[in-house]
């Protein structure tokens, strides 16, 4: 389900106790929703998905003041979290084009949406760009476009939705979000999701096995984990004025 929390609220109550407020702006992206100018402290995303939107790195990014992106930047160093150059290079020139493809995205969802809302065996719609959707106030007051993420539901339950997605052609079916060098995924762009279903290998792909018998699993242990992480995902920084 799509659902838009009193956003407002949350900055106002971090604000009066001292608290940093943090969100994470990747659905909405910058051009539809901009947190600092609603009160937030820092802004992330996951640069793997609209920033970059071309499937061919995985990062992450920080934006807000200089000195707050500052504090984070130096912690990050310690975790070794940093981007590398190939990944910089290529979410600079995405967001070239970030503008351009989140509107249409937008538009498409929207169009998608009205047309899944007519739709005699569809039971529901989630998607706050529809006037029917709980929180619609709260996406015309705080987003230029309400994005390109949304989800309904059928009659027939899960077979019925099983079944739909059997015969899905375009878009295709993916497991998860993100991660778009995940062996568990095949090649392109995947814009479905089945909740909770997992599946088999997509053809001519296989999933990471177990360890053989008699070979037991190494807990490398929560530091090195981090460490290992951060290097597979890096980071990079954008900083405002003080």
Request: with cysteine.
């Amino acid at each position: 389900m799509i659902q838009l929390v009193a956003l407002d609220e949350v900055a106002r109550f971090a604000r009066e106790r001292g608290m940093v407020s943090v969100i994470d702006n990747t659905l909405a992206t910058p051009i539809n929703f901009r947190p600092v100018e609603h009160g937030f402290d820092l802004v992330v995303h996951s640069a793997t998905k609209y920033l970059n939107g071309h499937s061919d790195i995985v990062a992450g990014a920080v934006a807000g003041s200089a000195a707050r992106v500052t504090a984070v930047s130096t912690s990050s160093t310690t975790w070794a979290a940093r981007s590398t150059p190939t990944r910089a290079g290529c979410s600079t020139a995405a967001l070239k084009t970030l503008a351009v493809r989140v509107r249409y995205q937008s538009q498409s969802a929207l169009e998608i949406a009205s047309f899944l809302a007519g739709h005699p065996r569809v039971v529901q719609v989630h998607y706050p760009g529809l006037e029917r959707h709980p929180h619609h106030a709260r996406a015309r007051q705080w987003l230029a476009a309400t994005g390109g993420m949304l989800s309904f539901e059928i009659e027939g339950g899960a077979a019925a939705a099983d079944q739909l997605f059997r015969r899905l052609t375009l878009p295709a079916v993916r497991s998860q979000p993100g991660r778009p060098r995940d062996p568990d995924h095949a090649a392109g762009h995947h814009l479905a999701r089945r909740p909770d279903a997992r599946g088999p290998a997509p053809p001519g792909h296989h999933r990471r096995a177990d360890p053989p018998v008699g070979r037991p699993r190494v807990d490398p242990g929560p530091d090195r984990r981090l460490r290992r992480r951060a290097r597979l995902t890096g980071l990079y920084f954008w900083q405002a004025s003080p």
